[in-house]
């Protein structure tokens, strides 16, 4: 089977940096996807990582290792629009499993 | 270049009627996904196509649920007949089906069921 495991809620605060875990198991894997979702909108793509690392892009980052079936995404110098879900997506043989979200609150 | 276009965006039903909802790709995207998603939850794939040849649709509830994708383009995903668990997000996302694989997504169908 596949998992995939996010903590289902965060908040920080404005200006600062926050990270957000994901850790799978899966029968396969050809990438690792983080979207953003705004409240009653499609998610949006932010990052992709296929090797292990750091992949950096303005204020948002991804890492993934692999061998440890994790990633996480860092999203630095907070700002209020920051608030959404961040998904956590394996690619796997052009199928996506998703997990739950991580619901990130920001605050003033 | 135009999203990926979903309509209705809202549709309010009572339980045992039918309801379609309707997908327009990324012009060129081969792939063409629909999901479900419940409040609170991530995307979980119903249907997949690459053009019009349905590759993946182990998770489809076939006894209520179909889907088209007519000449590889427009899709449409039917229900009928709706049941109350039914009401959730539908969203349709294509892929130009490179080695990335990223999804574009629409911005869905809230379906409420009376």
């Known amino acids: 089977g596949q998992n995939i495991d996010q903590p289902t809620e965060m908040t920080a605060t404005e200006g600062a940096i926050v990270q957000i875990n994901c850790t799978y198991q899966t029968s396969g894997f050809n990438g690792l996807f983080w979207y953003q979702q705004h409240a009653g909108e499609a998610p949006t793509f932010l990052s992709y990582n296929v090797l292990d690392g750091l992949e950096e892009k303005g204020r948002f980052s991804s890492f993934l290792s692999r061998s440890k079936g994790y990633s996480y995404l860092l999203l630095k110098e907070l700002q209020m629009k920051d608030s959404a879900s961040y998904l956590c997506a394996v690619y796997n043989f052009n199928k996506f499993y998703f997990g739950s979200g991580t619901k990130l609150n920001v605050k003033p | 270049e135009a999203g990926v276009v979903q309509s209705p965006r809202y549709k309010i039903i009572e339980k045992k009627q039918p309801v379609a909802f309707w997908c327009n790709p990324i012009s060129g995207h081969n792939t063409l996904y629909w999901y479900l998603q419940n409040l609170g939850q991530g995307p979980e794939l119903l249907i997949r196509y690459e053009n019009e040849e349905a590759v993946d649709d182990s998770q489809l509830p076939k006894d209520r649920f179909s889907a088209e994708r007519l000449k590889g383009v427009d899709s449409t995903l039917k229900i009928q007949p709706a049941e109350l668990g039914d009401s959730a997000v539908y969203l349709c996302?294509?892929?130009?089906?490179?080695?990335?694989?990223?999804?574009?997504f629409g911005e869905g169908s809230r379906l409420t069921v009376l």
């Open positions: 996302a294509s892929s130009p089906g490179t080695a990335t694989g990223e999804l574009f």
